[in-house]
């Protein structure tokens, strides 16, 4: 199309597209295009994939953690344990708790996502593109878990009473024929375990492990990620994203494991035949270190350390195919503004 001569002779320039010209369809794909909207999109993506694959595992961790001495159920090894919650609630017994903790994952690991990208572009770069040191890293990753944590707790805390409460303790009694199921907990634990306080029990321990766990995973990952990335190319490869995946996983999860432990403990603190009454964090760990030893501190985690490496794996390499479609869907008129 050539430029039509104005009144003066000169030819007058090409309208450029604006946004009001596009169509519904481009102007939805301009939005999920944007960086932190992609961000948060892939992370939702990203955790219910990640949460799924390794369901099994991340239950047996919450019935390990939960155990203290003359309660030992579950006392068994990973395949023995694993074999038992087979044998007595079958593949429902793999997915316990699995549907809350994706409803929970997907808002979770979407603000994360999303929150580490805005802190990211808007508060620790100094300019567009800029590569933040490690340290910039794990306190924009930091702030990305307490975020994302305030948002989603509740649901955190009701999916640890659902992964419980069919499992064979004899502290439970019998168990009913039907369970209740996710909004039932949530509405019973606001009525009678305290109200609006009684969803956020155990927030402070958590706050205290995600922040640094989160900033940990973000920290690791960037910087393995950009270790494997080999001259001459922009990404590594599908497998290298999958091994700096499970490698931050493992580095984060292993620092901030005690966190977890003292998370699950007081998420379950009010609940029938099963709360440890402590009176608070310094409490908690001088009772479970007294009682239990060190090791105390570290129930559950060699089924959590199986989970890591196919969760965060899976994660991130998810995340990444999602959000690098969703930016590739930029039209060809938001491209010419730009």
């Not at 579950?74 to 038992?84: I, N």
Request: proline share 6%; hydrophobic share 40%; with cysteine.
């Amino acid at each position: 199309m050539s430029a039509t001569p104005s009144a003066s002779g000169a030819p007058s320039p090409l309208p450029i597209p604006t946004i009001e010209k596009m169509s519904a369809a481009d102007q939805f794909r301009s939005a999920v295009s944007q960086p932190t909207v992609a961000a948060f999109c892939a992370g939702g993506v990203a955790g219910a994939v990640s949460r799924t694959v390794v369901s099994p595992l991340e239950r047996l961790k919450i019935l390990y953690q939960i155990q203290s001495n003359g309660r030992e159920a579950y006392k068994l090894s990973v395949g023995k344990a694993l074999a038992k919650m087979w044998r007595e609630e079958g593949w429902r017994g793999f997915m316990a708790g699995n549907g809350t903790n994706c409803i929970r994952i997907v808002p979770y690991s979407a603000v994360q996502f999303g929150s580490y990208n805005f802190y990211k572009r808007n508060v620790f770069e100094r300019h567009p593109g800029d590569s933040l040191t490690p340290l910039s890293r794990l306190i924009c990753g930091g702030f990305a878990g307490i975020t994302s944590v305030t948002f989603t707790y509740p649901l955190d805390i009701v999916r640890t009473r659902l992964s419980i409460q069919t499992a064979s303790f004899a502290e439970l009694g019998e168990r009913s024929r039907k369970m209740p199921g996710m909004w039932e907990t949530l509405v019973k634990m606001y009525r009678t375990e305290g109200r609006f306080p009684a969803l956020y029990r155990g927030i402070v321990p958590t706050v205290a492990g995600v922040a640094p766990y989160v900033g940990l995973n973000f920290m690791v990952y960037e910087h393995v990620r950009q270790y494997l990335t080999l001259d001459g190319e922009e990404n590594p490869s599908a497998v290298r994203k999958l091994l700096a995946g499970a490698i931050s996983g493992a580095v984060a999860q292993t620092c901030t494991y005690p966190f977890d432990v003292l998370r699950r403990r007081f998420q379950i603190n009010t609940m029938s035949g099963m709360g440890y009454q402590y009176k608070g964090i310094f409490d908690a760990v001088r009772v479970i270190v007294t009682e239990e030893g060190v090791r105390g501190l570290y129930k559950g985690i060699v089924p959590n350390l199986l989970k890591v490496a196919p969760s965060m794996a899976s994660s991130w390499l998810s995340y990444e195919v999602c959000r690098d479609f969703l930016v590739g869907l930029k039209p060809e008129e938001t491209k010419l503004l730009q």
